[in-house]
């Protein structure tokens, strides 16, 4: 008996003549047993090899049981092929019934206790042929007890039937609380065929008894003798040959003194010596575990936090060592440097197909010192290689986004997608794609397909040299010498002094080093001014002055260099708060809080453009522009693209201002009364009073519906002073005309209500009206929810108004490269133009004398130098100027003439021309246009209709008016055809004026389709040599 781990001779065996001590081999046959009740003093030592050719179980209650108590079993390696090995579930032809509640040699309530039926009454294994070869022994074992049954069957179930396999006797092993153990050996006949196992209850057990008797513990193996019982449930078990239950301590293990092939460790297990797992230990490793070719090298397993620590233990106080561990609520893998001291911390993080570096980790790769969240190294090889599922998959990497890289939601700000790299169609398709997140939505940005073809999906280019180019070489450009060229804009406060605007200039300077000055504006040369300059660094810089304080600086990061088109704009929004932003070449570059623009300019002393009262500028401009508001990033990027200014804010002139020094000055009211009165110290103020019966207060400046253009954008401003006493008005709208509210410029309706009581208030609006016919207005309110003035049966309402004014908003200045010439014109209606001192033109659009020589064919005709037998040739022939065509004999054929005797146009091929442009009788050539030019001199604001007879035969005629020192405007007149007023006088010649809606005025029957009448808008002044160059083309 081997009791405790050490093998002893009991006290009723007589020990042999000599000890178990030799170094011959020693062996124990199949069925020898060391059989004793006690324990004696004899000892089994085995100094040779051991050979057990059957099992060796130690601390078990029975051997064949199968159920360890304590300590060590060495056996065969099997498997117990049947499945589950408690109920017979999965056994054909089973009883018709049975229970599971028996209590099972293990302590559970397993044991099954069959209730046979006339159709079922076996188990029967089935093993499929070519599953073992033939003669392969198989060892089926069981374990029965008997309850009611009274026969003599042992064991109860009998073998009957078996197919292909030959068995020999039954073995049983009896068991406390009355079980047996009953095992039997077949050896399969033809491993080509099927086999049957089959055991009978139907020659033991009554039809429908249910107490016959109980099984439990089935077990099916290779082999031809049973091993302890290896319990199934859902699939075959193997055990290995050794297993240990309880604890091992192995003291200075040697490799050849215990070799383990397999086992399983259940306690606590202390090794001195050194472990080598799957070959020798090696070297000074103390453990060392090599794998298969095919298999794992090992795999450790923790509940929870529990994991692995490698590294320093250092006593468990100052260690250091790397920990892994698991989160089992998230199904991550934990890797962070573990400190003893103070418990460590997380850095890095596996699962749910995720890698995650945290704690403000960095990732190395290619380097072991990382300077940011993720550095990637090489040298020679890519740095990175995305490839997708498949080379037709996508790959992305995104950037920024939200803690899962998924876009921000709408609106939010604080965490944006602002980059996106798809590579489409991967190698295959080979393009790049580029997307960013404004805010809401990723956004397709920018493709390269694979040939190098761009697409920008209709974004912008900015800040490309290619683009500058493209724009600006080719056109007239002025050029400044550095020495003593400028340009003196024209213009007054109402288009450079502005507290909010922005100001652009394409220039190009030939060097860099020193400090210059592009434009300067000042009321002061030193002490009161607005400055672009650029820098002896090569940076731009704007900087202004107020009263000799600074009233802001702005400087570009990018210097420029020498020889190349530069484009800057520089924005101010007047808010007080980084409201300036500098852009070169459409990008923006500084932003920047200035106290004032250029509004803090009280009188204007020069604008200069090339030059200030400090530094000269060596280049060329071509293109200056000044607005009285605020650009915003996109159109700065059109501007630097070449795009013209939208025409809503084209041509922004100062269009009206209320004067209330004689009456209300063109202002109607629906209702109320108005009038010219003062409040305090302000002079020029409309009173207004709300009438006591009336409702619906409105006033507005009936020029506005022929100074403004619906949709177009304007600026709205005045003051306001509502006593704080009032029984209804307490709030004012601005409106359009008699209608509803203006729009802002996005478009949706401005509905601010100014309802400050008891100071003078100041509003300034940007806006448009969308009413074709009508301007601006204001609406007197009852309450601040917006309704309208009710009527009043008390005292009447009083409000003041004073400082109305209406200028458009956009391009107030515009120096572009077209208008070039003796004067740097403004393009816009005021007319600014720039007076040129020694800076010359480059570039400009000219056309000189052309000569061609050698011939230059046309058809089978040539142009020749003047020679007898050109083709076409220019002669002048006495009074006639002549373009006439020859054969090349030199045989003239006079077909085309250009002539000067009698004749504007004439084709023919005689002295007689068949067609003639002036002919009055010719049906073969009709007259298609003439011009006819007519001069109007203002009659001193009196007279705004002017008639005039042109002649043209038609009433189907075009109408040009422009001013006569603004020849790059036109001036907005009504039109009507013939004539249509009386009381004229002269205003010209050729040209009578008289009035509108006046006396008189009325159609002038009997006049012919020859007359056409001009109502200006606004009756023209008196100028001396005539204000207005009428064409009219019929």
Same mark, same amino acid.
């Not at 460790?265 to 794998?291: A, E, R």
């Not at 920018?446 to 697409?455: A, E, S, V």
């Not at 003041?800 to 010439?821: F, N, Q």
């Given at each position: 008996? @081997?009791?405790?781990? %050490?093998?002893?001779?009991?006290? &009723? ?210 082999? &031809? ?66 794998? #298969?070719?095919?298999?794992? %090298? ?12 490698? #590294? ?172 003593? &060229?400028? =340009? ?6 109402? =288009? ?15 060097? =860099? ?21 650029? $820098? ?91 607005? $009285? ?92 002073? @509502? ?74 309402? %009083? ?6 004014? @209406? ?163 036109? =001036? ?63």
């Amino acid at each position: 008996r @081997i009791s405790k781990g %050490i093998a002893r001779w009991t006290s &009723d065996f007589t020990p042999p003549a000599r000890p178990y001590s030799t170094v011959n081999d020693e062996f124990f046959n199949d069925y020898d047993k060391i059989a004793a009740t006690g324990i004696g003093s004899g000892l089994v030592s085995l100094v040779g090899d051991a050979h057990i050719t059957r099992s060796l179980l130690t601390g078990f209650k029975y051997s064949t049981a199968g159920i360890p108590e304590t300590l060590v079993a060495a056996e065969e390696e099997r498997t117990n092929l049947l499945y589950p090995s408690g109920p017979y579930t999965n056994w054909g032809n089973a009883p018709g019934s049975f229970t599971s509640t028996y209590l099972a040699p293990d302590g559970t309530n397993s044991g099954i206790i069959p209730v046979c039926n006339s159709g079922s009454d076996r188990f029967q294994q089935t093993i499929n042929a070519d599953t073992y070869a033939t003669g392969t022994k198989l060892t089926l074992s069981w374990h029965e007890k008997v309850l009611d049954y009274s026969g003599t069957n042992r064991p109860m179930g009998v073998l009957n039937g078996t197919v292909n396999a030959s068995y020999g006797p039954f073995t049983s092993e009896n068991l406390p609380n009355g079980w047996v153990r009953y095992h039997v050996t077949y050896t399969i006949t033809s491993g080509s065929s099927t086999t049957y196992l089959r055991q009978y209850f139907g020659n033991s057990f009554a039809v429908d008894a249910t107490n016959q008797g109980v099984f439990w513990g089935w077990q099916l193996e290779v082999g &031809d003798y049973p091993t302890s019982y290896i319990p199934t449930v859902t699939t075959s078990v193997k055990r290995k040959a050794l297993s240990v239950t309880g604890g091992i301590e192995a003291t200075a293990v040697t490799a050849t003194a215990v070799t383990a092939t397999t086992g399983t460790f259940s306690g606590d297990t202390t090794i001195n010596g050194k472990l080598g797992v799957g070959g020798d230990p090696h070297g000074t490793l103390p453990l060392l575990v090599i794998g #298969g070719a095919t298999n794992k %090298i090992a795999s450790f397993y923790g509940t929870g936090s529990n994991g692995i620590t490698i #590294g320093d233990y250092g006593g468990g106080t100052n260690g250091k060592a790397l920990h892994m561990s698991m989160d089992v609520t998230g199904g991550y893998a934990f890797i962070h440097p573990y400190d003893y001291a103070t418990s460590g911390f997380t850095d890095l993080r596996i699962g749910n197909n995720s890698l995650t570096v945290l704690a403000g980790g960095k990732c190395g790769i290619g380097t072991t010192t990382p300077g940011s969240n993720l550095m990637v190294a090489s040298s020679g090889n890519p740095i990175l290689s995305l490839i997708g599922g498949s080379y037709t998959a996508a790959p992305q990497i995104t950037f920024g986004g939200d803690a899962t890289g998924n876009a921000p939601a709408s609106g939010n700000t604080g965490s944006k997608i602002i980059g996106q790299l798809a590579l489409s169609g991967g190698q295959a398709q080979g393009s790049l794609e580029f997307w960013t997140n404004p805010g809401d939505s990723l956004q397709q940005r920018l493709t390269i397909l694979k040939d190098g073809t761009q697409d920008h999906h209709a974004n912008r280019i900015v800040n490309s040299q290619t683009v500058s180019d493209l724009h600006r070489t080719a056109e007239p450009s002025l050029r400044f010498d550095g020495v003593d &060229d400028f =340009v003196s804009l024209g213009g007054d406060l109402s =288009v450079w002094g502005q507290a909010k605007g922005t100001g652009s200039v394409w220039f190009k300077p030939e060097q =860099v080093g020193s400090t210059a000055d592009i434009l300067h504006i000042d009321e002061s040369s030193y002490t009161d001014y607005w400055v672009l300059r650029q $820098n002896s660094d090569g940076t731009m810089r704007v900087a202004g002055e107020d009263g000799n304080s600074s009233t802001g600086v702005i400087e570009s990061t990018t210097a420029v260099a020498a020889g190349k088109w530069y484009h800057l704009a520089v924005t101010c929004a007047g808010t007080g708060s980084n409201e300036v932003k500098l852009y070169l070449n459409g990008v923006e570059e500084a932003e920047a809080t200035f106290s004032a623009w250029t509004g803090h300019l009280t009188a204007l002393q020069s604008v200069w453009l090339g030059k200030s009262d400090w530094n000269k500028w060596k280049g060329e401009i071509k293109d200056l522009r000044w607005h $009285n508001r605020v650009l915003d990033s996109d159109e700065v990027a059109a501007a630097y693209n070449g795009e013209s200014t939208p025409w809503k804010y084209a041509d922004a002139v100062f269009l009206y201002t209320a004067d209330w020094s004689a009456n209300v000055d063109n202002w109607t009211s629906t209702r109320g009364t108005g009038g010219v009165g003062t409040y305090e110290s302000e002079s020029e103020v409309l009173k207004y009073y709300a009438d006591a019966t009336d409702s619906s207060h409105f006033f507005a400046n009936s020029t506005g519906s022929g100074v403004t253009t619906a949709y177009k954008s304007y600026r709205v401003s005045f003051r306001y002073f @509502i006593p704080s006493a009032q029984s209804h008005i307490d709030g004012l709208w601005i409106a359009e005309a008699n209608s509803g509210q203006v729009k802002n410029l996005d478009g949706t309706t401005h509905t601010t209500i100014y309802g400050t009581l008891g100071a003078w208030t100041s509003v300034s609006v940007d806006c448009y009206h969308s009413n074709l016919s009508s301007g601006f207005g204001i609406r007197a309110l009852d309450g601040g929810s917006g309704g309208f003035v009710g009527a009043n049966t008390s005292t009447d309402d %009083i409000i003041y108004i004073t400082d109305w004014k @209406i200028e458009a908003i956009g391009e107030v200045a515009a120096y572009t490269p077209r208008s070039i010439g003796d004067k740097w014109y403004d393009e816009t209606s005021n007319a600014n133009h720039g007076t040129i001192s020694g800076a010359t033109a480059v570039g400009e659009q000219r056309l000189g004398s052309s000569r061609v020589e050698g011939g230059v064919l046309i058809n089978d005709g040539a142009i020749r130098g003047g020679t007898s037998t050109a083709g076409v040739h220019l002669t002048s022939s006495g009074s006639d100027g002549v373009i006439q065509a020859t054969n090349n004999t030199g045989t003239s054929f006079n077909a085309l003439k250009i002539r000067t005797n009698g004749y504007g146009l004439e084709i023919s091929n005689s002295a007689t021309p068949s067609v003639k442009a002036t002919s009055a009788t010719s049906s073969n050539l009709k007259q298609v246009a003439r011009v006819e030019t007519f001069t109007v001199i203002g009659q001193g604001g009196v007279f705004d209709a002017y008639q005039m007879s042109h002649g043209l035969g038609t009433a189907f005629v075009n109408v040009s008016v422009v001013e006569d020192d603004s020849p790059f405007s036109e =001036v907005e007149v009504e039109v009507r055809r013939g004539k249509w007023t009386t009381n004229t006088q002269a205003a010209g010649t050729g040209v009578t004026a008289g009035p509108n809606g006046g006396a008189g005025w009325a159609y002038q029957s009997g006049t012919t389709s020859d007359w056409v009448t001009l109502i200006f808008a606004t009756s023209p002044e008196s100028e001396s040599g005539g204000s207005y160059k009428i064409a009219i083309v019929g």
